[in-house]
T-cell receptor, first 113, second 113 residues
Framework: DAGITQSPRHKVTETGTPVTLRCHQT?????MYWYRQDPGHGLRLIHY???????DKGEVSDGYSVSRSKTEDFLLTLESATSSQTSVYFC????????????FGPGTRLTVL | AQSVTQPDIHITVSEGASLELRCNYS??????LFWYVQSPGQGLQLLLK??????LVQGIKGFEAEFKRSQSSFNLRKPSVHWSDAAEYFC???????????FGTGTRLTVIP
């Protein structure tokens, strides 16, 4: 299995609070992604990174920001959490570009009350 | 824009029976196609992928998929299903120049004894 960890694995928070999710990889892969998974929607891309300090928006980026200061870490921040951001968040990595296979982390279940 | 359709939300099969999960994609050029499996509470695991060449691709766990350009399909098959195959299956498509993979909404597979 690819070396991808996500922390925390579960989090419950209140509306309006900031939340940061962390993705850590040991594979030295260039590309990293944050997805959210919701019933009936499959996986939708939030943001992705194609290198240190290089990030771009995905399909559902509103309300989220990201940072990548090191190859191995990709942070997803909800500046002010809302109930619509209750979801399961997955980090993924890819060595050779966005069109090649991605390897997924175990996910973080976030509940916003 | 790329899109992926998995027309079956839920499929139930008997153990030992054959399985076919449908996936249709929309894209103008030759796509990159993937099937992932997700067990409850887990991340996504790559089953197989198609980039080019032979249109019948073999994957892990005895799965195979066939790319049919004329039908814009990439259906997943297994000749004999095992109880451990119960999971959710996602088809995904990528393409040259795209930023990410596009995922279908998934098909949940139930296996009955």
């Amino acid at each position: 299995d690819a070396g991808i960890t996500q922390s925390p694995r579960h989090k419950v928070t209140e509306t309006g609070t900031p939340v940061t999710l962390r993705c850590h990889q040991t594979e030295n892969h260039r590309y990293m992604y944050w997805y959210r998974q919701d019933p009936g929607h499959g996986l939708r891309l939030i943001h992705y990174s194609y290198g240190v300090k290089d990030t771009d928006k995905g399909e559902v980026s509103d309300g989220y920001s990201v940072s990548r200061s090191k190859t191995e870490d990709f942070l997803l921040t909800l500046e002010s959490a809302t109930s619509s951001q209750t979801s399961v968040y997955f980090c993924a990595i890819s060595a050779s570009g966005p069109n090649n296979e991605q390897f997924f982390g175990p996910g973080t279940r976030l509940t916003v009350l | 824009a790329q899109s992926v359709t998995q027309p079956d939300i839920h499929i139930t099969v008997s153990e030992g029976a054959s399985l076919e999960l449908r996936c249709n994609y929309s894209y103008g050029a030759t796509p990159y196609l993937f099937w992932y499996v997700q067990s409850p509470g887990q991340g996504l695991q790559l089953l197989l992928k198609y980039f080019s060449g032979d249109t019948l691709v073999q994957g892990i766990k005895g799965f195979e998929a066939e790319f049919k350009r004329s039908q814009s399909s990439f259906n997943l098959r297994k000749p004999s299903v095992h109880w451990s195959d119960a999971a959710e299956y996602f088809c995904a498509v990528g393409a040259t120049g795209a930023n990410n993979l596009f995922f279908g909404t998934g098909t949940r597979l139930t296996v009955i004894p």
